[in-house]
């Protein structure tokens, strides 16, 4: 017994409508849930002069200490190394009418810490106010 004599074989066909449908629901929605980054900037004018370079420089009080504890005062070994001694070298140094003159302290890495608070104390007793570090870039 053949039923299925008379009829013949149709091949199954995939209906792309509904498919679609789910599509561009999805990307509806993603759309709408998506947040966009927005870049917030000010947009800043700078102002323009017109100035001349100062001529004045800043006078510079370069003192070193070694990792021996010797302190040298732009180039000059200061004798005894004692605070008031400190003082005076760099007072000696310091032209009168200086504005703002400035101390760098070089200091050897192996140099020890009470020397450097000693030459910092020093500059404060002789009236400078202005200290910096001098420092290298770390070599990798």
Known sequence: MNFGRGRSREEPEINLIPMIDV???????????????????????????????????TVEVNVAVTATGEVVVNKRAVSGGSIPAIVAAMQAVVPAGAKEPVVIINADAKAAHQRVIDVMQAAQQAGLVHISFATQAASR
């Open 23 to 57: 599509l561009l629901v999805i990307i509806i929605f993603l759309m709408l849930t998506t947040t966009y980054s927005r870049f917030a900037g000010l947009e800043i004018n700078l102002p323009t002069a017109d100035a001349q370079a100062s001529n004045e420089k």
